[in-house]
Protein backbone atom coordinates (compact mmCIF):
# COMPACT_ATOMS: atom_id res chain seq x y z
CA UNK A 1 0.00 0.00 0.00
CA UNK A 2 1.11 3.43 -0.40
CA UNK A 3 -0.14 7.05 1.11
CA UNK A 4 -0.15 9.64 -1.28
CA UNK A 5 -0.39 12.82 0.57
CA UNK A 6 -0.25 16.57 -0.95
CA UNK A 7 2.89 18.80 0.34
CA UNK A 8 1.59 21.31 2.55
CA UNK A 9 1.98 22.09 7.07
CA UNK A 10 -1.65 20.34 7.18
CA UNK A 11 -1.09 17.11 5.97
CA UNK A 12 2.46 17.34 7.56
CA UNK A 13 1.20 17.64 10.90
CA UNK A 14 -0.79 14.24 9.81
CA UNK A 15 2.31 12.64 8.53
CA UNK A 16 4.05 13.37 11.43
CA UNK A 17 1.62 11.43 13.80
CA UNK A 18 0.98 8.47 11.51
CA UNK A 19 1.82 4.55 12.78
CA UNK A 20 5.65 4.35 11.64
CA UNK A 21 4.45 1.80 9.00
CA UNK A 22 1.61 4.30 7.39
CA UNK A 23 4.25 6.66 7.56
CA UNK A 24 6.59 4.47 5.36
CA UNK A 25 3.84 4.22 2.97
CA UNK A 26 4.14 7.75 2.45
CA UNK A 27 4.23 9.57 -0.90
CA UNK A 28 4.19 13.06 -1.32
CA UNK A 29 2.81 14.58 -4.48
CA UNK A 30 1.10 17.64 -5.99
CA UNK A 31 -2.21 18.25 -5.10
CA UNK A 32 -3.73 17.92 -9.03
CA UNK A 33 -1.96 14.18 -9.44
CA UNK A 34 -3.30 12.01 -6.02
CA UNK A 35 -6.49 11.17 -8.27
CA UNK A 36 -3.98 10.25 -11.22
CA UNK A 37 -2.22 7.93 -8.90
CA UNK A 38 -5.07 6.43 -6.70
CA UNK A 39 -7.09 5.83 -10.14
CA UNK A 40 -3.76 4.01 -11.63
CA UNK A 41 -3.41 1.44 -8.57
CA UNK A 42 -6.11 -0.11 -6.45
CA UNK A 43 -2.99 -0.34 -3.53
CA UNK A 44 -3.59 3.10 -3.25
CA UNK A 45 -5.20 5.58 -0.43
CA UNK A 46 -4.78 9.50 -1.77
CA UNK A 47 -5.70 12.62 0.74
CA UNK A 48 -7.27 14.09 -2.38
CA UNK A 49 -8.89 18.02 -3.05
CA UNK A 50 -12.31 17.24 -2.53
CA UNK A 51 -13.52 18.73 -5.16
CA UNK A 52 -12.12 15.78 -7.70
CA UNK A 53 -14.48 13.55 -6.41
CA UNK A 54 -16.74 15.10 -9.35
CA UNK A 55 -14.92 12.89 -11.82
CA UNK A 56 -13.97 10.18 -9.41
CA UNK A 57 -17.16 9.49 -8.11
CA UNK A 58 -16.45 5.78 -7.05
CA UNK A 59 -13.92 6.15 -5.21
CA UNK A 60 -14.71 4.90 -1.87
CA UNK A 61 -14.38 7.79 0.41
CA UNK A 62 -13.78 7.75 4.13
CA UNK A 63 -16.16 9.59 5.95
CA UNK A 64 -14.55 9.61 9.07
CA UNK A 65 -11.12 11.76 8.25
CA UNK A 66 -9.26 14.46 5.92
CA UNK A 67 -8.67 17.93 6.28
CA UNK A 68 -11.72 20.18 6.97
CA UNK A 69 -11.53 24.42 8.61
CA UNK A 70 -13.66 25.85 10.56
CA UNK A 71 -12.19 29.27 11.04
CA UNK A 72 -9.54 31.55 9.08
CA UNK A 73 -6.71 28.87 9.69
CA UNK A 74 -6.46 27.43 5.79
CA UNK A 75 -4.11 26.36 2.95
CA UNK A 76 -5.50 29.06 0.79
CA UNK A 77 -5.94 32.97 1.20
CA UNK A 78 -7.34 35.36 -1.50
CA UNK A 79 -5.08 38.93 -2.07
CA UNK A 80 -6.87 41.73 -3.18
CA UNK A 81 -5.05 44.37 -5.36
CA UNK A 82 -7.06 47.00 -4.01
CA UNK A 83 -9.95 47.27 -1.39
CA UNK A 84 -12.11 47.64 -4.04
CA UNK A 85 -12.53 43.63 -5.18
CA UNK A 86 -13.89 45.45 -8.45
CA UNK A 87 -12.10 42.45 -11.10
CA UNK A 88 -12.86 40.72 -14.28
CA UNK A 89 -9.72 38.11 -13.49
CA UNK A 90 -7.91 36.10 -11.18
CA UNK A 91 -4.76 33.93 -10.74
CA UNK A 92 -4.60 30.91 -8.49
CA UNK A 93 -0.65 30.40 -7.25
CA UNK A 94 1.06 27.56 -5.22
CA UNK A 95 -0.39 23.69 -5.41
CA UNK A 96 -3.52 24.29 -7.00
CA UNK A 97 -5.98 22.24 -7.31
CA UNK A 98 -9.49 21.59 -8.54
CA UNK A 99 -10.64 22.84 -5.45
CA UNK A 100 -9.46 26.49 -6.48
CA UNK A 101 -10.03 26.22 -10.26
CA UNK A 102 -13.69 25.59 -9.51
CA UNK A 103 -14.30 27.25 -5.99
CA UNK A 104 -13.06 29.88 -7.07
CA UNK A 105 -14.93 30.46 -9.77
CA UNK A 106 -18.36 30.03 -7.79
CA UNK A 107 -17.08 31.61 -5.12
CA UNK A 108 -16.76 34.82 -7.31
CA UNK A 109 -19.52 34.70 -8.91
CA UNK A 110 -22.17 34.31 -5.59
CA UNK A 111 -20.11 37.29 -4.51
CA UNK A 112 -20.20 40.32 -6.79
CA UNK A 113 -22.68 38.53 -9.11
CA UNK A 114 -19.97 38.38 -12.05
CA UNK A 115 -17.92 36.06 -14.02
CA UNK A 116 -14.44 36.52 -12.87
CA UNK A 117 -11.78 34.33 -15.22
CA UNK A 118 -9.58 32.38 -13.72
CA UNK A 119 -5.78 31.69 -14.73
CA UNK A 120 -3.03 29.87 -14.00
CA UNK A 121 -0.05 31.96 -12.53
CA UNK A 122 3.50 30.54 -14.07
CA UNK A 123 5.08 32.13 -11.24
CA UNK A 124 4.61 34.81 -8.72
CA UNK A 125 5.94 37.23 -10.98
CA UNK A 126 3.27 36.82 -13.78
CA UNK A 127 0.67 37.57 -10.71
CA UNK A 128 2.36 40.88 -9.38
CA UNK A 129 -0.26 43.15 -9.25
CA UNK A 130 -3.07 40.69 -9.72
CA UNK A 131 -5.72 39.29 -7.12
CA UNK A 132 -4.74 35.79 -6.66
CA UNK A 133 -5.18 33.11 -4.18
CA UNK A 134 -2.43 31.49 -3.08
CA UNK A 135 -2.40 27.90 -1.77
CA UNK A 136 0.30 25.97 0.40
CA UNK A 137 3.05 26.54 2.87
CA UNK A 138 3.84 29.62 0.72
CA UNK A 139 1.11 31.89 2.83
CA UNK A 140 3.26 31.05 6.00
CA UNK A 141 6.74 31.22 4.94
CA UNK A 142 6.80 34.82 5.23
CA UNK A 143 3.63 36.00 6.89
CA UNK A 144 2.10 36.84 3.93
CA UNK A 145 -1.03 35.23 5.25
CA UNK A 146 -1.27 38.22 7.35
CA UNK A 147 -2.56 40.52 4.16
CA UNK A 148 -4.68 37.88 3.11
CA UNK A 149 -8.28 36.71 3.12
CA UNK A 150 -9.12 32.96 4.38
CA UNK A 151 -10.59 31.42 1.48
CA UNK A 152 -11.72 28.67 4.34
CA UNK A 153 -13.87 31.71 5.92
CA UNK A 154 -15.10 32.58 2.78
CA UNK A 155 -16.35 29.05 1.39
CA UNK A 156 -17.95 28.55 5.25
CA UNK A 157 -19.90 31.61 4.72
CA UNK A 158 -21.17 30.60 1.56
CA UNK A 159 -22.06 27.24 2.40
CA UNK A 160 -22.78 27.89 6.43
CA UNK A 161 -20.66 24.96 6.40
CA UNK A 162 -17.36 23.50 7.21
CA UNK A 163 -14.63 24.02 4.42
CA UNK A 164 -13.18 20.22 3.83
CA UNK A 165 -10.43 20.80 1.45
CA UNK A 166 -9.22 17.57 1.66
CA UNK A 167 -10.92 13.81 2.10
CA UNK A 168 -9.26 10.17 2.34
CA UNK A 169 -10.27 8.13 -0.92
CA UNK A 170 -8.93 4.35 -2.58
CA UNK A 171 -10.79 2.34 -5.59
CA UNK A 172 -10.55 -0.22 -2.65
CA UNK A 173 -12.78 -0.29 0.23
CA UNK A 174 -11.47 -2.64 2.27
CA UNK A 175 -7.88 -0.24 2.32
CA UNK A 176 -10.43 2.66 2.97
CA UNK A 177 -11.75 0.56 6.26
CA UNK A 178 -8.58 -0.34 7.29
CA UNK A 179 -7.01 3.10 7.28
CA UNK A 180 -10.42 4.54 9.00
CA UNK A 181 -9.54 2.13 11.99
CA UNK A 182 -5.72 3.12 11.95
CA UNK A 183 -6.56 6.86 12.25
CA UNK A 184 -8.46 6.92 15.34
CA UNK A 185 -7.02 9.27 17.59
CA UNK A 186 -4.74 10.66 15.35
CA UNK A 187 -6.31 14.16 16.04
CA UNK A 188 -5.50 14.36 19.51
CA UNK A 189 -1.85 13.99 18.68
CA UNK A 190 -1.89 16.19 16.18
CA UNK A 191 -3.03 18.86 18.41
CA UNK A 192 -0.16 18.29 21.11
CA UNK A 193 2.33 18.42 18.41
CA UNK A 194 0.52 22.15 17.14
CA UNK A 195 0.29 22.88 21.11
CA UNK A 196 4.34 22.82 21.37
CA UNK A 197 5.33 24.61 18.01
CA UNK A 198 6.58 21.60 16.73
CA UNK A 199 6.45 22.37 12.83
CA UNK A 200 8.24 20.41 10.43
CA UNK A 201 7.46 22.62 7.70
CA UNK A 202 9.49 26.38 6.44
CA UNK A 203 7.11 28.13 8.28
CA UNK A 204 8.01 31.78 10.09
CA UNK A 205 7.63 31.84 13.67
CA UNK A 206 4.77 34.23 13.84
CA UNK A 207 2.72 32.07 11.66
CA UNK A 208 3.85 28.97 14.17
CA UNK A 209 2.11 31.14 16.25
CA UNK A 210 -0.96 31.96 14.44
CA UNK A 211 -1.42 28.53 13.91
CA UNK A 212 -1.24 26.96 17.27
CA UNK A 213 -3.70 29.67 18.39
CA UNK A 214 -6.41 28.65 15.62
CA UNK A 215 -5.03 24.90 15.41
CA UNK A 216 -8.55 24.09 17.05
CA UNK A 217 -10.36 25.13 13.57
CA UNK A 218 -8.17 22.42 11.80
CA UNK A 219 -9.98 19.09 11.60
CA UNK A 220 -9.25 15.81 10.95
CA UNK A 221 -11.47 13.56 12.71
CA UNK A 222 -14.71 14.48 10.63
CA UNK A 223 -18.57 14.82 12.00
CA UNK A 224 -22.10 14.98 10.28
CA UNK A 225 -21.27 18.87 9.42
CA UNK A 226 -18.17 18.13 7.80
CA UNK A 227 -20.07 15.11 5.42
CA UNK A 228 -22.17 17.84 4.82
CA UNK A 229 -19.98 20.23 4.23
CA UNK A 230 -18.63 17.80 1.23
CA UNK A 231 -22.45 17.14 -0.26
CA UNK A 232 -22.64 20.76 -0.74
CA UNK A 233 -19.40 21.42 -1.61
CA UNK A 234 -19.48 19.10 -4.58
CA UNK A 235 -22.99 19.89 -5.83
CA UNK A 236 -22.29 23.34 -6.17
CA UNK A 237 -20.59 23.40 -9.94
CA UNK A 238 -24.30 21.00 -10.56
CA UNK A 239 -26.44 24.13 -9.57
CA UNK A 240 -23.94 26.93 -11.65
CA UNK A 241 -24.66 24.70 -14.46
CA UNK A 242 -20.98 23.32 -14.37
CA UNK A 243 -22.03 19.51 -14.33
CA UNK A 244 -25.37 18.08 -15.63
CA UNK A 245 -25.78 15.43 -12.83
CA UNK A 246 -25.40 15.65 -9.07
CA UNK A 247 -22.85 13.11 -7.54
CA UNK A 248 -23.20 10.69 -5.06
CA UNK A 249 -20.26 9.66 -3.10
CA UNK A 250 -19.74 6.35 -1.70
CA UNK A 251 -18.78 6.88 1.70
CA UNK A 252 -17.00 4.27 4.42
Known amino acids: MRLFFPQNIFSQLIIDNLPEHLRQAVVKSPSSLISTEINKDESVIGLLPTMDL ?86 FAGDRYVNGISFAEEMIDALSLPFVNYVFASKDRQLMENLNDQLYGIANSVYDQAEELNFHSAVSENAKTYIKDNISSFIIEFNDQDIEGINQMIRLPYYHGIINDIVELKFV
Request: one cysteine or more; proline letters at 0%; hydrophobic letters at 35%.
Open 54 to 139: IKHKDLYVSQSFGISFEGSLCNSYLYYESAKKDFSEAYLMGDVSSVEVLLCKILFSEMYDKSVEIKIAADEKSAAGKNYLLTGDGN
